[in-house]
């Protein structure tokens, strides 16, 4: 098993550009996450999905949209790239909302030019 | 609001030394505590939670409610040890996981 895929593992874009980050779980997990990592500030939630066709902000949701595919996939859409949003992206995934266990990728790191 | 404070960056000390990485925060509600590891080029993981009360690769942590800390710690640090350590709360009312900043533990030897 794979566990929780990523895909870019690196981007560079341009201000204004868009793109997808793509996250795949293979766990049967209902929850799944968005979390940026920037040097000092750790972890922060940018977005979640409780189950399949729901999603909800976290601390950081500004600049980018999420979609649940399925209950597999949740993609993460930056509209409108800016040099604030160049960060490492880590998606996660958990059993419900309610574990403190989450699985997660391997990280994509984004630089925005 | 719930918070995480992981005081220290960077840690750290010999091989051999024991190890305390300090975690401390702030929740109204009765708090679910979890530490996180990130080893160099490996996922971050889940290390311990503190409802099991489980000592993993040596590490061990206690919460403590008066102090509100849930500091991780180790007798005796392995050069292995190295890698970055997230202090995280279980936000039971939002059911959201919030982690601290990270520690660097580095174990020289």
């Known amino acids: 098993n794979a566990g929780v895929t990523q895909t870019p593992k690196f981007q560079v874009l341009k201000t204004g550009q868009s793109m997808t980050l793509q996250c795949a779980q293979d766990?049967?997990?209902?929850?799944m996450y968005w979390y940026r990592q920037d040097p000092g500030m750790g972890l922060r939630l940018i977005y979640y999905s409780a189950s399949e066709g729901t999603t909800d902000k976290g601390e950081v949701p500004n600049g980018y949209n999420v979609s649940r595919l399925n209950k597999r996939e949740f993609s993460l859409r930056l509209e409108s790239a800016a040099p604030s949003q160049t960060s490492v992206y880590f998606c996660a995934s958990g059993t419900d909302l309610r574990s403190g266990e989450l699985f997660f990728g391997e990280g994509s790191r984004l630089t925005v030019l | 609001a719930q918070r995480v404070t992981q005081p220290e960056k960077l840690l750290s000390v010999f091989k051999g030394a024991p190890v305390e990485l300090k975690c401390n925060y702030s929740y109204s509600g009765s708090p679910e505590l979890f530490w996180y590891v990130q080893y160099s080029r490996q996922r971050l993981q889940l290390l311990l939670r503190h409802i099991s009360r489980e000592s993993i690769k040596g590490f061990t942590a206690d919460l403590n409610k008066g102090e509100t800390s849930f500091h991780l710690k180790k007798p005796f640090a392995q050069e292995e040890d190295s890698a970055m350590y997230y202090c995280?709360?279980?936000?039971?009312?939002?059911?959201?996981?919030?982690f601290g900043t990270g520690t660097r533990l580095l174990v020289s030897p």
């Open positions: 766990m049967n997990h209902n929850s």
């Open positions: 995280a709360l279980m936000n039971t009312g939002f059911q959201k996981l919030v």
